[in-house]
């Protein structure tokens, strides 16, 4: 499988899981007064997804191998006329 193929779906994966974890459904569960050291449950669990996508974000970045360029090899002209030369040499 293509590598960039393979981290455009880890890509799509990861924002279908913050649409799911950041949905209004899922967020009614933790609207409760209660409070967690002080602090409202609802924006302990909007702080933890939040910093959860974050760390599976870097973890796909990170380990994802590098992605591979399909593009022909450029012959000798290309890369002379490319560097300024007027006469092409």
Not at 1 to 8: E, P, Q
Not at 17 to 36: A, K, M, Q, S, Y
Not at 73 to 89: F, R, V, Y
């Amino acid at each position: 499988m293509n590598t960039n193929h393979l981290l455009a779906e880890r890509l799509v994966a990861l924002f279908l899981l913050g649409v799911l974890l950041l949905n209004p459904p899922l967020l009614t569960i933790f609207d409760e007064p209660v409070l967690v050291a002080g602090v409202p449950a609802l924006y302990l669990y909007l702080f933890a997804a939040w910093a959860l996508l974050i760390v599976l974000l870097a973890l796909v970045a990170e380990f994802s191998p590098p992605a591979t360029e399909n593009y022909p090899p450029a012959d000798d002209h290309t890369q002379n006329s490319a560097s300024g030369d007027p006469e092409g040499a």
